[in-house]
């Protein structure tokens, strides 16, 4: 093979940046989320947006807007050009997030966009958008990130805590409101998660 001089090889692992315009409150969820978990925005919408992408009931909802048949791994999907298409502007204020995809998950949000014929940018949005309405979502990306961080003595401390006060709060809590009771409003750049861990359970 011959390779010109000054040709840069492309990564077979090289990510999509896919720049999406989001509702305001959906963006600053995402921030939210950014901020509790010092986890740069791009990560935090590439996981939301992959943990979605395999949510079965989300997809069976967005399917009722395709436009066109597909198919999803085992699952064949049957479009109809008289189904009510998706919104493509959006009516509210809204801003960009950035977001970076393998090149898989991006081919699942391509043919997302052909059936619901949109953009893979607008596609991008709506997974967004589901992701932080939902609970499971959100609090799957807190739960791996404080496994990451912690030890499994604190997670067990701290599924305690879960669970005592689920006791009293019709099962409301979530792991994103433990980790916002242990950093408290504002996190403190240089102090790591697990020490914060270690003065909120002292305290408890």
Request: charged share 30%; aromatic share 8%; proline share 3%.
């Amino acid at each position: 093979m011959v390779i010109k001089v000054g040709e840069r090889k492309e990564r077979s692992d090289k990510k999509r940046e896919v720049k999406p315009l989001i509702p305001l409150d959906v963006k600053d969820a995402i921030h939210r989320l950014s901020h509790v978990t010092h986890k740069p925005v791009k990560d935090v919408c590439e996981f939301l947006t992959v943990y979605i992408l395999r949510d079965t009931a989300t997809i069976n909802t967005l399917s009722r807007h395709f436009k066109r048949s597909i198919q999803l791994g085992n699952t064949y999907y049957r479009g109809d050009i008289n189904n009510p298409g998706v919104s493509k502007r959006l009516k509210v204020p809204s801003d960009h997030v950035s977001g970076k995809y393998k090149k898989n998950d991006f081919e699942i949000i391509s043919t997302l966009a052909y059936a619901l014929d949109c953009t893979p940018t607008r596609v991008n949005a709506i997974l967004l958008e589901s992701a932080t309405r939902n609970i499971k979502a959100v609090n799957e990306y807190v739960h791996e990130y404080m496994t990451e961080e912690l030890s499994d003595s604190q997670m067990r401390e701290l599924r305690k805590v879960l669970s005592y006060v689920n006791q009293y709060n019709d099962d409301n809590s979530s792991w994103l409101s433990i980790l916002s009771a242990v950093i408290g409003d504002i996190r403190p750049a240089t102090t790591k998660l697990y020490e914060l861990v270690e003065e909120f359970l002292k305290g408890k």
